[in-house]
Nanobody, 123 residues
Framework: QVQLVESGGGLVQAGGSLRLTCAAS????????MGWFRQPPGKEREFVAA????????YYADSVKGRFAISRDNAKNTVYLQMNSLKPEDTAVYYC????????????????WGQGTQVTVSS
C-alpha cells in the first residue's frame, strides 16, 4: 500500500512558477514509477509528466514540455513537479500517482492516487 499527499498548489499569475510536491509513504514507495496528472474544470483527467523509479526516465505531455520538470528524491520518498511559464490553461487540480509501469500515460496504469492540489493561473 502506498499513500500519496500533494502540496504546493495555489493561485499564480500567468508567467509565474509553482513547485508541487508529492510525499509518498509505504514500505515500497520508492520502487514505483510516479506520475502527475491534472483535471481542468469540466474535463477529463490528463497526463502531465512521469518519472521512472530511478529518476533516469522522464516523460512529458506535449503541452508542458519545456515548461514543466519532474524530479524525485527517493531518500525522502518525494516527487516534485516544477512548473514554469504558467498559462491560464494550466489551471486544474493536479494529482500525483504511482504505477508499476515506467512511462505510463493513462489513468488506468496507475494504482495509487493522491487527493489532488488546486493550481489556478490568472491571466
Amino acid at each position: 500500500q502506498v499513500q500519496l499527499v500533494e502540496s504546493g498548489g495555489g493561485l499564480v499569475q500567468a508567467g509565474g512558477s509553482l513547485r508541487l510536491t508529492c510525499a509518498a509513504s509505504g514500505r515500497t514507495a520508492e520502487r514505483y514509477a510516479m506520475g502527475w496528472f491534472r483535471q481542468p474544470p469540466g474535463k477529463e483527467r490528463e497526463f502531465v509528466a512521469a518519472i521512472s523509479w530511478s529518476g533516469g526516465g522522464k516523460y512529458y505531455a506535449d503541452s508542458v514540455k519545456g515548461r514543466f520538470a519532474i524530479s524525485r528524491d527517493n531518500a525522502k520518498n518525494t516527487v516534485y513537479l516544477q512548473m514554469n511559464s504558467l498559462k491560464p490553461e494550466d489551471t486544474a487540480v493536479y494529482y500525483c500517482a504511482a504505477s508499476m509501469i515506467t512511462g505510463a500515460r493513462t489513468v488506468y496504469e496507475y494504482r495509487y492516487w493522491g487527493q489532488g492540489t488546486q493550481v489556478t493561473v490568472s491571466s
